[in-house]
């Protein structure tokens, strides 16, 4: 029996460009003159490098190690000599450069050794601190590290484990391909998540512009020993958003502010899935991930690269450019954002280089006075009213903004794509998320700073008191020298006067 699909508000049918890259296989990159392999590739506090410049490290040794809770490792992606720790241009919109530990590769890619668990006989806490220290995040953009969602928590198990094969956004076709090619891989990692999860249901969803991924998905899911659903669904742009993919597959809504396991639901790409298997199975950290390079390039095509090679290489590698270029997007037209430097590593959350031209993407116009028409809210997927938030961040008024749930916004671009006054919405959605963060982060650091200061008063307060006491107990003891007229209460008020002068005289102690 087929599975009954549901609906989202608004989307989009933007040009897919898919047919450009999915038509060869992914090819293995060769290995680079250099590699740039940031400690801050996932979510949360970036890992601490625990290797030494000139020091000699093989393929898959950990070169950084997971720092706090929201952390995972990061790892040598080939044999070589780490030849400094600094700041390194990395993708990222601010173009701000940030640490890199940097490692000449020596071409013999020697392996560490890898050691295979055997899952099904490994408590789950130490198969989340294997994932955590594999390096795996979530390679669907948000590299939110796996360990962590792969915890179900006090709900003890999540029921349906959804696996994202949606990549509804134009461009891109790594997903596509990894499907393809490593279906049995995804089958494998997403029997590890289910067990980790207690999930009763597993389902890969895949939009239907993908048929030979879901043809190679579903032979994949014959040898499953597992139920397993491979489901087609309808292509429309952001089906591929986890609130929106859970929505067209359950028809429930997750929450304004929740979390998609408030609806019952754990989700994960494609990517992601196939290296839980990898690790889990073949004991390989994320070194690698498969990278669209696409555009303005003689061959557009998907490559398996390794983490910490410069974009510059993969360029050239797809032959280079055909037009005058433009600019570079990693990512894809809609949600992607603009590249300073293609010398920026490839990192967990490159999909994809996309290169520019005028011809492919002609300079947007100028934009003018909205006009009031509401397809931007027609458009929304989040059923935002996108103008409304338009006006609040524009007026700065962002207690507004966040009245009108703008941290719902997925900055899908919907918006931006319809409006026929071409208004670049996200860009203030973008620009009022950072000064409210900024702000928040602001208040924090001024929260802590009244904390510390209440807490040296109050230890100044402790301390005099109990010095106080200490030169009482002292007077007590000493013989009377005012002809045994003072009381001790005297004694101590005296002690606390003396105190008092102390703390007041600067130096005193
Ligand atoms: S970018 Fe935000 S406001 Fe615009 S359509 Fe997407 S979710 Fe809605
Ligand atoms: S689509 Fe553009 S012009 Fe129309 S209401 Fe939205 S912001 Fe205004």
Redesign the pocket.
Known sequence: MSRTLYTFH?GVHPPEHKQESSVRPIIKSALPQQLFVPVRQHMGEPAQPCVAVGERVRKGQVIAKPDGYVSVAVHAPTSGTVTAIAAHPVPHPSGLNDTCIHIQPDGLDEWVERHATDWRDTPPSTLRNILRDMGIAGLGGAVFPTWIKLNPGRAAKVPLLLINGGECEPWITCDDLTMREHADGIVQGAAIMRHLLGAEQVVIAIEDNKPDAISAMRKAATQADYPLEIVGIPTLYPSGGAKQLIKVITGREVPSGGRSTDVGVATFNVGTTLAVHRAIHLGEPMISRVVTVTGNVHTPQNYDVLLGTPMHDLVAWAGGHVDPVSGYIMGGPMMGFDLHTVDAPVVKATNCVLVKSDALFPPAPSAQECIRCTR?AD????E?Q?QA?YWFARSKHFDKAQDHHLF?????????YVCPSHIP??HY?RYAKSEISAARQAEQAADHARERHETRLARMEREEQERAARLAQRAAAKPANDGGNSSPSDAVQAAMQRARAQQQTPNAE
């Open positions: 608004g931007c458009a929304c997927p989040a935002l996108p938030l719902d916004c997925i900055e899908c671009g919907c918006c931006s919405l996200v959605y």
